[in-house]
């Protein structure tokens, strides 16, 4: 109910093709808000806290492109440190939702807060991070207190 009280979510809404599949470590991009009060999420991959307090962020993926997903690392990237969903023997192919984590991080005023994979493929780099207007790729957070 606090109209300047920190909270945002945004999502992808362009596939981003051959990001990942060879390990390379890729900062999602979410180039579309559906709300963003207190403009503090930057309209495409980064959240700025306003003010030192504990977030609530989440986040949801989904991944195409790739021939034999092997392994998925899942980071939601605070600057006081990352919170990982590791998922090896993964088994995923062409089409694969990566599952989603939240998380509540504290965070100091100017602190920053992002999303990244690293994905192993056995094709190499060529897994994609699916967008569409439909947001099945997702980034949301909020303050909590």
């Known amino acids: ?3 300047l009280q920190p909270a945002f979510l945004a ?3 362009t596939t981003r093709t051959n990001v990942t599949g060879d390990s390379t470590v890729y900062t999602l991009i979410y180039d579309t808000e ?5 403009a503090d999420f930057d309209g495409t991959s ?3 806290a306003p003010v030192t307090g504990r977030y609530f962020f989440q986040q949801l993926l989904l991944v195409t492109g790739g021939t034999t997903i092997t392994s998925v690392v899942n980071q939601i990237v605070t600057s006081n440190r990352s919170y990982r ?3 090896y023997g993964y088994g995923g192919n062409s089409t694969s939702s990566v599952p989603g984590f939240s998380t509540l991080a504290d965070m100091d005023a100017a602190d920053t807060c992002t999303v990244s994979i690293s994905m192993a493929d056995v094709g190499g780099k060529v897994d994609d991070v699916f967008g569409t207007s439909s947001p099945f790729t997702w980034f ?3 303050l909590v207190c």
């Open 85 to 87: 969903s590791d998922n």
């Open 34 to 38: 559906v709300f963003d009060q207190n």
């Open 11 to 13: 999502y992808n809404s």
């Open 140 to 142: 949301s957070g909020k």
């Open 46 to 48: 980064t959240f700025t």
């Open 1 to 3: 109910t606090q109209v």
